[in-house]
């Protein structure tokens, strides 16, 4: 099998996947902070982590993932300004942050289950490590932090090359950062611009629903030290691969690195292990023009809209599957319904497959052969996913009899994760939340026309249609993919 290759955001260069620990993978990516429901932009981080994780099950490597659920810590800015976003929806619902946690975790798991991202080895959630993460910072407290009166701060001047991860090496990117962070941070005596909290201090005469004692004082930890322990504590440094969306690679993991070469004492970025992973990885955006994305727009873009819409929620993992992990990708509705309709004709060639002789070709061992090694070719090309699906679909028709197409199916489908071999017709049709119809009336509706238009009867059948389309039904007559009707 082809060799697996990643682009490794700290080299800036795709590089071959040699594993820490002979035989084994051993992944962390960045989970949500579990304070909304997460929009389907969020959701494409873990799509991608999925097919990291699954690739490399299917490569033959043990894989441990882990991915976190950030309870505490993550301020409004990923920096340092702002509020406690966990404290702050919870203050607007007048909820306990427990409560609020409780509801989003479950809600995120909805998403994972749904987009068929499969379980990690380990959810570590942020609270559970609170004390791990007290011993981290006193690890590196003498060395590499400040106290103010606000909390212990992080002095990145200690560490050889800080923000290498963000491209911030060059000395005016230095400078430019310098001012953008005096704009936006309002933490006074920081010795650089870039120095940023490891404990939080709850302010004197306030109180807080999340706050623990520590070293220097009551307070909760900065977000940045929660990935660096859990990380570190699940997996061991260096681990394999550390993910996470675009925006990460600008302040949240050029600061877990930062930690990461404190605790381990070890020297500069050239080495990329001193960062405490050998790979980072990171996803590009989903961008939607209209701000839908925004979880503060009213209706905003999460994956049960889609869902109340009509659209299987495959559909969705079918979208980002058609686009490279590192390229923008672009929200839209024609683009989903494109993307739901291509996974009909797959569900559907599987069911011609499983229900129809199919010749076999006279060599079918080297056409198997032939199409497993492309497609572990574009899998192994960074994850080239968009020629792997077609490589798959190639595959629904090919001449190689009815068993081994089915086998191939579900090889390729364990690292596309589409759940083709059990998805039906049935299962992709959605009723959108709003239809007032259902479908044994439409069934009904169906067959009175069927009767009339069998009599030449046009003008009952025409006014049946006019019913249905009324209450929302399009009759499909003679549609490809062999829908009667769509509900939308
Ligand atoms: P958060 O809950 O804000 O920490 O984000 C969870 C994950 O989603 C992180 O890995 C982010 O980098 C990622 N993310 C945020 N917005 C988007 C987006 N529009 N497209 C893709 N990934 C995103
Ligand atoms: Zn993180």
Redesign the pocket.
């Known amino acids: 099998m082809t060799d697996l290759k990643l682009f490794n955001s700290l080299t800036r260069q795709i590089e071959p996947f040699v594993p820490v620990h002979a035989g084994e993978a051993r992944v962390y990516?960045?989970?949500?902070?579990?304070?909304n429901y997460?929009?389907?932009?969020?959701?494409?981080?873990?799509v991608?982590a999925d097919i990291l994780g699954r690739t490399l099950s299917w490569k033959g490597y043990k894989l441990n993932h882990v991915i976190n659920i950030?309870d505490v810590g993550?301020l409004t800015d990923d920096g340092d300004a702002g509020e406690d976003k966990m404290e702050k929806m919870a203050a607007e619902k007048a909820q306990s942050i427990w409560d609020i946690a409780k509801h989003y975790t479950e809600a995120y798991w909805a998403d994972v289950k749904a987009l068929n991202i499969r379980q990690p080895a380990h959810w570590s959630v942020a609270t559970d490590y609170i004390d791990d993460m007290i011993a981290f910072a006193e690890s590196i407290a003498e060395k590499h932090c400040y106290e103010l009166d606000s909390g212990l701060y992080f002095d990145v001047s200690t560490v050889e090359d800080y923000g290498r991860l963000a491209g911030r090496h060059e000395q005016d990117q230095l400078a430019e950062d310098a001012e953008a962070h005096m704009r936006i941070d309002p933490v006074k005596d920081k010795r650089n611009p870039a120095d940023f909290a490891i404990w939080r201090k709850t302010p004197p005469g306030e109180t807080r629903q999340m706050e623990w004692d520590s070293p220097w004082g009551k307070g909760a930890p900065g977000w940045h030290l929660e990935c660096s322990v859990m990380g570190g504590k699940l997996l061991g440094f260096p681990f394999d691969i550390h993910?996470?969306?675009?925006?990460?690679r600008e302040i949240?993991h050029p600061n877990e690195i930062a930690q990461n070469q404190a605790f381990c004492s070890c020297g500069g970025l050239s080495e990329a292990t001193n960062s405490g992973a050998k790979i980072w990885m990171?996803?590009?955006?989903?961008?939607?023009r209209s701000g839908k994305?925004s979880k503060s727009s009213g209706e905003f873009l999460r994956l049960q809209l889609l869902i109340d819409k009509g659209y299987h929620p495959l559909a969705y993992r079918m979208m980002c599957l058609q686009a490279h992990y590192r390229s923008e990708?672009e929200f839209s509705w024609e683009g989903l319904d494109a993307a739901l309709v291509r996974l009909k004709r797959m569900v559907m060639a599987v069911e011609r497959v499983n229900t129809k002789a199919l010749p076999a070709q006279l060599d079918v061992a080297a056409a198997v052969e032939s199409r497993l090694m492309r497609f572990g070719e574009a899998v192994a090309d960074d994850l080239n996913t968009s020629v792997a699906l077609t490589l798959l679909e190639g595959t629904l028709d090919a001449q190689i009899g009815h068993a081994t197409v089915l086998e191939m199916v579900r090889e390729m489908d364990s690292v596309l994760g589409l759940n083709l071999l059990n998805l039906t017709r049935a299962d992709l049709r959605i009723r959108p939340k709003a239809a007032t119809i259902t479908e044994a009336e439409i069934d009904d509706a169906l067959d009175r026309r069927k009767e009339a238009r069998a009599t030449k009867d046009f003008a009952t059948s025409d006014a049946i249609r006019d019913e249905l389309a009324a209450r929302g039904v399009e009759v499909m007559d003679g549609d490809p993919l062999g829908w009667e009707w769509k509900l939308g």
């Not at 960045?30 to 304070?35: E, K, N, Q, S």
């Not at 993910?243 to 990460?248: E, F, K, L, P």
Request: proline share 6%; with cysteine.
């Open positions: 990516s960045c989970g949500p902070t579990v304070y997460p929009h389907i932009g969020n959701m494409r981080a873990y991608f950030t993550h993910t996470g969306g675009i925006d990460h949240h990171h996803n590009n955006f989903l961008v939607e994305m990708l």
